[in-house]
């Protein structure tokens, strides 16, 4: 059974670079067969897709994000990372790492327990 | 302002049936995209509860079912249970949005 974990700080201040990594375990990240996402849900509110990263590095972001956001994959490590640039408290939420299988026909299958995020000075 | 359209909320008594409305457009269900249901438990994060219209994932009881039509997709429970109260979220994708992953602003269901 595959399992995420987030990791990263808890508290960002204002125009700074949020950092999340997610350690997968009990699964290989250099699959075909799968999809490596990172979603988000501000306090009370829904959920919001930020972007994925393919197995070779493909990725493919929300173009409705107001901030700048890359996301990159570590394959020796079995990780992928997360990066919201100049944050605002707009991006104070709990974000969640998520694997999907490789297909429109696919849901969101596994998900990380969340990591709460505040932006605050 | 999500893409899919839910009512905020919704309530039910024990036993009674309860229908979920996701409301779209051309460019997303009505473009003939999966769409998939997530129930989220308070504090918890959500689970996939049916994938692709009508595929129930594991261990999901077949109280749970989905339909789609148009530019909408549904969920239906039957037999409402006091665990089924959860917020309750649809998902697609739109190809005005570079095929974004798009979901509903989700419906909160209450059982009385």
């Known amino acids: 059974q595959v399992h995420l974990q987030e990791s990263g700080p808890g508290l960002v201040k204002p125009s700074q670079t949020l950092s999340l990594t997610c350690t997968v375990s009990?699964?290989?990240?250099?699959?075909?067969?799968?999809?490596w996402s990172w979603i988000r849900q501000p306090p009370g509110k829904g959920l919001e897709w930020i972007g994925y990263?393919?197995?070779?590095?493909?990725?493919s972001y929300n173009p409705s994000l107001k901030s700048p956001v890359s996301i990159s994959i570590d394959t020796s490590k079995n990780q992928f990372s997360l990066k919201v640039s100049s944050v605002t408290a707009a991006d104070t939420a709990v974000y969640y790492c998520v694997r999907s299988g490789n297909g429109y026909m696919y849901g969101i299958e596994n998900w990380g327990q969340g990591a709460l995020v505040t932006v605050s000075s | 302002q999500s893409v899919l359209t839910q009512p905020p909320s919704l309530s039910g008594a024990p036993g009674q049936r309860v229908t979920i409305s996701c409301t779209g457009s051309?460019?997303?269900?009505?473009?003939?995209?999966?769409v998939h249901w997530y129930q989220q438990l308070p504090r918890t994060a959500p689970k996939l509860l049916i994938s692709?219209?009508?595929n129930r994932a594991s261990g999901v009881p077949d109280r749970f079912s989905a339909s789609r039509s148009g530019t909408s997709a549904s969920l239906a429970i039957t037999g409402l249970q006091p665990e089924d109260e959860a917020d309750y979220y649809c998902q697609s994708y739109d190809s005005s949005l570079s095929n974004s992953w798009v979901f509903g602003g989700g419906t909160k269901l209450t059982v009385l």
């Open positions: 009990g699964g290989s990240i250099d699959s075909a067969d799968y999809y």
């Open positions: 051309s460019s997303n269900i009505g473009a003939g995209y999966a």
């Open positions: 692709d219209t009508d």
């Open positions: 990263i393919y197995h070779s590095g493909t990725t």
